[in-house]
């Protein structure tokens, strides 16, 4: 299994945050929850630039960070890996974290005036669409 296949990251190029800061912010929840363990590789920084189709100092401004923050650490030569020690977080700290997250989205849905069955649908619809390409990713391709 390739260190990508397990991570999974998505940019939001509308968001107003900008991109090494979403990157930092995907890896570090990744890490603390238990998603990518410590010692794992992360990909390297340009297939990771080419899969987000971002520009390559981005995720190394991204990295330096993570770096910085002692969530990852640089072996030359080898790569970049999530640093032992990295406790995990507690279930509900996860939680609380993903319900902020949850209920900006449910405002925004509000604002632009889609019904709760529509969002809901919408969600589904997003999880399967990820699912898939979590799933395209950890298949082996053939030559």
């Known amino acids: 299994m390739t260190a990508g296949a397990t991570m999974l990251l998505q940019i939001n190029f509308k968001s107003g945050m900008p991109v090494y800061l979403q990157v930092v912010d995907q ?30 100092n981005t995720i190394a401004k991204a990295y330096t960070e993570l770096e910085s923050q002692g969530i990852i650490e640089s072996i030359p030569g080898k790569g970049c890996f999530i640093k032992p020690n990295n406790s995990p977080l507690k279930k509900e700290v996860r939680r ?45 391709k053939s030559p």
């Open 96 to 140: 609380k974290l993903l319900t902020e997250e949850i209920d900006q989205v449910i405002v925004q849905a509000h604002h632009l005036q889609v019904p709760p069955s529509e969002f809901l649908n919408l969600v589904r619809e997003r999880l399967a669409v990820m699912d898939e390409r979590q799933r395209s990713n950890e298949t082996p």
């Open 27 to 56: 890896i570090k929840t990744a890490a603390a929850s238990g998603a990518i363990q410590s010692g794992e590789a992360i990909p390297s920084i340009r297939p990771l630039a080419e899969e987000l189709r971002v520009n390559r």
